[in-house]
């Protein structure tokens, strides 16, 4: 069993950055590849990105490619998602989730195997 907790949302205007943060409880944090998802009012929940359990690599949706990057502390079993250059699209809520280690990128949110409960990120023009 793995719970995850997502920190670091807030209001911030059009052109900043900010850094979101998931932890994870457990100690098989490093078996797990980690994603991102967003969801914004009225839409569909959205893929932004994946890093592989070791961090060495990462993938991202074309929309936030450029702007958004993933890392990981395996030591602290902590996820951070960088955001830069923000729009107001992309006000929403983030959540991470973890998926076994199986095919690469997983971007379908479906098979992740645990969820956080989310963070809110709104971006004022």
């Known amino acids: 069993q793995v719970q995850l907790v997502e920190s670091g949302g807030g209001l911030v205007q059009a052109g900043d950055s900010l850094r979101l943060s998931c932890t994870a409880s457990?100690?098989?944090?490093?078996?797990?590849?980690m994603g991102w998802f967003r969801q914004a009012p009225g839409k569909e929940r959205e893929f932004v990105g994946v890093?592989?359990?070791?961090?060495?690599?990462?993938y991202y949706a074309d929309s936030v490619k450029g702007r958004f990057t993933i890392s990981r502390d395996n030591t602290k079993n902590t996820v951070y998602l960088q955001m830069s250059s923000l729009k107001p699209e992309d006000t929403a809520v983030y959540y991470c989730?973890?998926?076994?280690?199986?095919?690469?990128?997983?971007?379908?949110?479906?098979?992740?195997?645990?969820w956080g409960h989310g963070t809110q990120v709104t971006v004022s023009s």
């Open positions: 890093i592989r359990w070791s961090g060495g690599s990462a």
């Open positions: 989730a973890a998926h076994r280690i199986g095919a690469w990128p997983e971007m379908r949110g479906g098979l992740y195997d645990y």
């Open positions: 457990g100690r098989t944090f490093s078996i797990y590849d």
